[in-house]
């Protein structure tokens, strides 16, 4: 089976399938030289726990019936279609490499607008995102757009003495810019209220992490935005609730620097400074409001008033979602994208299926040897443990339909190839990609890698130091 991504999604379905289907060979293909996706470049660098994941990760790499494939981008350096012939399958696990855009005046025009995506990836080594430069020194306030647990990273890192920071495997130059920064305020801002299901999406743990910062004050939240009787919610709404009404422990009088979590907003335009017209200074934001007489209706939906406001902002971020591209190659090989919800279209256990392939005109069909698991399958939502449960379903569909011989690819069906032949998987591929002059990246050569980052790490006192560019991660191989 080839696996197209190294993130929770593509570890936990080949973990899986590789202990329910006896002498199962997975290749994974990364276009990195590096593994793990998100758990390495989207987990904030304060939560080293949230990373334990990697120690299971690390076993199923080790496996003699695993191949790492690291640096090759499958549809960019290689076609989709070369992986087709040499396996039984192919499970996409990629990902959503992309953040949703607000589409607003000034957002692609002003200096000091980021998405949160690269704002994380920049902290924590993603090359991509590496010469981001964020200004975090521009000014003292700084706006998030969304207020999911990706938002509230962001203003945690914007609040958390820089000493704190410099205990985690953060960048150095990111620690660097950090410890610069101006910003004293950070405005968390969501369309709708703080009940309302889906949309105020932190958690509690996060919100404690950021009301209990030393030196950090928090907003309080209007009394009628939030229920007077709490006890009667369910235990989670209970305890959130009651957490945001107690606040912070810290008084503004004793703080250097504060935050709010602003709800019933929606951003209207960034605004342009007026001595530097380049560069954000203020958001106006349309006031929204509940349409339902019950404020705390976790359903209710919202509307703009027409009234506007306008917060004062060096600095904004937006983290509305992420969101999956499809792979170029994907439609060649019958493989459809809803490009509406950033998915391949499955039955939900990670068969990818095509309305036009049923034995009834209007009946969708499983792709044979075709599948899915993780962002790309169900949409970007979820942490990782919904990441590993939703694999973890991806995996039995594959056992299921191995064990009961449904078809797969090149006409090969479940226990076996038909044809008496074995697939040759990256040996099949591998000529190809050394005509093209690709570098492949194996396990033994992460290994190597994650060796250097530690000891880099270590040279400074904490975890691990990483690479922040191909050339050199490539460079401790050579």
């Not at 995102?129 to 706006?143: I, R, S, T």
């Not at 919100?207 to 950090?216: H, Y």
């Not at 069906?413 to 093209?436: H, S």
Request: aromatic fraction near 8%; include cysteine; charged fraction near 25%.
């Amino acid at each position: 089976m080839a696996v197209i991504g190294s993130g929770p999604a593509g570890f936990y379905t080949a973990y899986k399938v590789m202990s329910k289907i006896e002498h199962a060979v997975v290749d994974m293909y990364e276009h990195l030289p590096v593994p793990y996706g998100l758990v390495r470049f989207g987990v904030a660098p304060d939560h080293p726990e949230v990373k334990n994941c990697q120690d299971k990760f690390a076993e199923v790499g080790s496996s003699s019936r695993f191949n790492f494939i690291g640096n090759i981008d499958i549809g960019k350096d290689l076609p989709l279609s070369s992986l087709e012939p040499h396996y039984d399958a192919i499970l996409f696990a990629y990902g959503a490499s992309k953040d949703k855009r607000l589409r607003i005046p000034g957002e692609n025009d002003l200096k000091g607008i980021y998405s949160a995506r690269a704002f994380v990836g920049w902290y924590n080594g993603l090359p991509e995102y590496a010469d981001l430069a964020p200004m975090v020194d521009a000014g003292e306030e700084a706006v998030v757009i969304g207020q999911g647990n990706v938002a509230l990273d962001v203003a945690r890192t914007l609040l958390t003495d820089i000493d704190v920071l410099k205990k985690t495997d953060m960048t150095d130059y990111a620690l660097e810019a950090l410890s610069k920064s101006r910003v004293k305020r950070v405005r968390v801002v969501g369309r709708r209220g703080p009940m309302q299901k889906f949309k105020a999406a932190f958690t509690i743990k996060e919100v404690r992490e950021l009301l209990t910062l030393p030196s950090v004050s928090f907003d309080p939240i209007p009394p009628t935005l939030l229920p007077p009787n709490p006890s009667t919610l369910p235990r989670a709404a209970k305890r959130l609730t009651q957490l945001l009404s107690k606040g912070s422990p810290t008084p503004p009088s004793s703080s250097t620097k504060s935050w709010s979590l602003e709800f019933l907003l929606s951003p209207t335009s960034f605004n342009p400074s007026p001595t530097s017209p380049t560069n954000l200074s203020s958001i106006t934001l349309e006031k929204t409001t509940l349409q339902s007489p019950n404020p705390f209706d976790s359903s209710a939906k919202v509307t703009g008033t027409g009234e506007r406001t306008t917060f004062p902002a060096s600095l904004a971020f937006r983290s509305i979602g992420y969101q999956s591209t499809p792979i170029p190659g994907m439609s060649a090989l019958g493989i459809p994208f809803d490009q509406k919800l950033g998915i391949i279209p499955n039955d939900l256990y990670g068969r990818i299926i095509t309305p036009s392939a049923g034995p009834g005109e209007h009946t969708a069909a499983h792709i044979p040897g075709m599948y899915c698991a993780g962002w790309v399958k169900r949409g970007p939502t979820g942490v990782i443990a919904s990441t590993m449960n939703d694999a973890f379903a991806t995996a039995e569909g594959i056992a299921q339909d191995w064990e009961g011989r449904a078809m797969f690819l090149n006409g090969t069906g479940g226990g076996g190839a038909r044809d008496g032949e074995t697939r040759l998987g990256w040996e099949g591929v591998r000529k190809e990609a050394e005509q093209r002059g690709l570098r492949r990246v194996s396990w033994g050569d992460w290994e190597r890698i994650d060796a250097s980052e530690r000891e880099r790490g270590r040279r400074r006192g904490k975890e691990r130091e990483k690479f922040a560019s191909v050339r050199e991660m490539l460079g401790v191989l050579d």
